[in-house]
């Protein structure tokens, strides 16, 4: 395991070897912030907040902000499959572009099918040149699961009838790094779920290297600049959990840093929507929260630029950044119950026994903890 001084080290060199290529954007990052009135205070403020969010250690914050001068040097190719676009409206519809959004802009995209302004032959053959002229350097991101039914024919895309399957396979071959981004890409999301008629799956089943799944949906803006942001600075994956998630966004289950957490733990539970006690923020546990059973960081990082998260708008969280969530989470508004979670059925007889028995909870919420710390290892 790297040391932080050999990462910073590595980073150095890294940000160093990058610097020597040409730029390949016009205006320098500094000329961008300047032009949407970001001060260099709010950038470094950014780059310090980034730091914090990848669990590196305040000194990181000035590599990070080298890092960010230099993400037009790295080109990004962006995959579009079977999906909603939230994952790109995530990062992209900020009212006010904040540094975030204007990094994702400032990394040279090379191909992006919402935001390019090309289309129909010239949108292929624009693919087709960005994978050649930058093969084995590209950062790859997907964005959607890739349907295998019928040899991926329910999934065509572009004039001349390639497969999402065929398109996802070439472009990994001359990535640098993949990454999927949301639960879509990640794990198959809504296309896979019960009885997944398209055969859709998570990118990492039809390449043959590892992927970098940030689950969600869709996933934050912070998780995805955070991810990119990593691969910039060192060059390689960051730790990750047993779905392949960077353990800094996924490490911690919502309900560990939930704001209601400590209505949880004293047993006040919001009974149906808009009870007095929804009123009074209570634990939503009841009304089909799943904060117990996800990992991500939405309570301490939010959405839109920090400003909320599905909880503190008043409903539970649907466990959208795990595996199957659309079949295993179901009912959204109900407690799990006796239903099997990833083989945890015992331990979800558990939270139905610990919630309908109001004198344990105080207990409960403890062994809950305990139960699920244990189940969610390292790989
Ligand atoms: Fe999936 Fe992304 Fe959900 Fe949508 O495109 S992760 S359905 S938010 O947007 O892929
Ligand atoms: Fe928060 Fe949900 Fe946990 Fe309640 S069950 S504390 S609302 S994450
Ligand atoms: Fe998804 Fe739950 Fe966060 S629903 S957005 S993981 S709070």
Redesign the pocket.
Known sequence: MDTHAALYEQGLARIASLRKLAPRKSKTLQQVMEDHGITRRDFMKWSASISAMLALPLPFSTLVAEAAEVADRVPLLWIQLAECTGCSESLLRASTPDVSTLIFDYVSLEYQETLMAAAGWQAEENLENAMRDNHGKYLLAFEGAVPTANNGAFLTVGCKGHTGLEIAKKAAEGAAAIISVGTCAAFGGVQAAAPNPTGAQGIHTIVDRPVINLGGCPPSEVNIVGTLMYFIMFGKLPALDMFNRPKWAYGAR??DN????G??DAGEFVEEFGDQAAKDGY???KVG????YTYNNC?TERFNAHTSWP?LAGH??IGCSEPDFWDTMRDFEKPLGQQILHGLDADADTVGAVILGVTAVGIGAHAIGSIFAGKHEDK
């Open positions: 919502v309900h939930c704001e209601r957490r209505h949880f634990c939503l546990y929260c799943k904060g117990p309570p909880v539970g969280c």
